[in-house]
């Protein structure tokens, strides 16, 4: 015996075979008037009733502040990029700055630049004619001193002086100090092949007396009472 199969109906065909209830009257208006004016046909979110609400607009918009700043910020900037490119061009080529171009360099203009090398050449040149003038006066003292003790004062090396009388009877007869104490408040006799012809004056002037003008006076008028004598 055979079983006899119902036909299966899809939700979608139940849907559309089902009668709808119509809502009219007073009824349909209390409803449209509890819904939402957007979930309306032909409206959308954020439509309004025109002839019951007003949109106002802020005459200082912050978004349009935001981006008005925001745009200045960025063509600032391209000029700023701008004037940089076009000073490290300049500075390559080793050519002078542009004068609109030096302001945003923070360099000084010409104009400054040729002030400062003036003051420059000024300061060297007035260096120069004080060295001048220190070497001869350098030179004036060293012959004005020669003449009244009768020595040449050199200067050997650090600290060591040496003394040249003028009646040595040879060139190389010499005689050399070296500073001991601060600022040459003391002097030391080093021994030279010349120093070894004065010892009694030594003995007697510098270990005994510990005066060094006086072994020189004495040793001045030795040499002089030598080529006198000759």
């Known amino acids: 015996m055979s079983r006899c199969r119902l036909p299966r109906f899809s939700p979608h065909l139940l849907g559309r075979m089902t009668p709808r209830p119509r809502v009219t009257g007073d009824l349909g208006v209390k409803l449209c008037a509890q819904i939402p004016a957007w979930t309306l046909p032909g409206r959308q979110q954020g439509d309004y009733d025109q002839s019951r609400a007003k949109v106002l607009h802020l005459s200082l918009n912050p978004a349009s502040a935001a981006r008005q700043r925001l745009h200045e910020d960025r063509q600032r900037l391209r000029e700023e990029c701008?004037?940089?490119?076009?000073?490290?061009?300049?500075?390559?080529?080793?050519?002078?700055?542009?004068?609109?171009?030096?302001?945003?360099?923070?360099?000084?203009?010409?104009?400054?630049?040729?002030?400062?090398?003036?003051?420059?050449?000024?300061?060297?040149l007035k260096n120069q004619r004080l060295k001048e003038v220190f070497q001869t006066k350098i030179q004036e003292f060293r012959k004005v001193c020669y003449t009244l003790t009768g020595y040449q004062v050199d200067i050997t090396t650090e600290n060591q002086y040496r003394l040249t009388s003028m009646y040595a009877e040879h060139k190389t007869d010499c005689l050399i100090f070296k500073a001991a104490g601060p600022s040459g408040t003391k002097m030391q006799l080093l021994e030279t092949e010349f120093s070894r012809t004065a010892q009694e004056l030594i003995e007697l002037y510098l270990l005994r007396q510990d005066s060094i003008p006086a072994f020189l006076s004495a040793l001045t008028l030795d040499l002089f009472s030598r080529q006198t004598v000759a």
């Not at 700055?97 to 000024?122: C, F, H, I, M, N």
Request: hydrophobic fraction near 40%; glycine fraction near 6%.
């Open 82 to 124: 701008a004037r940089l490119r076009e000073l490290v061009h300049a500075l390559e080529a080793g050519g002078a700055v542009p004068p609109d171009l030096e302001a945003t360099a923070g360099l000084p203009s010409s104009r400054e630049v040729a002030e400062l090398k003036k003051q420059v050449e000024s300061a060297e």
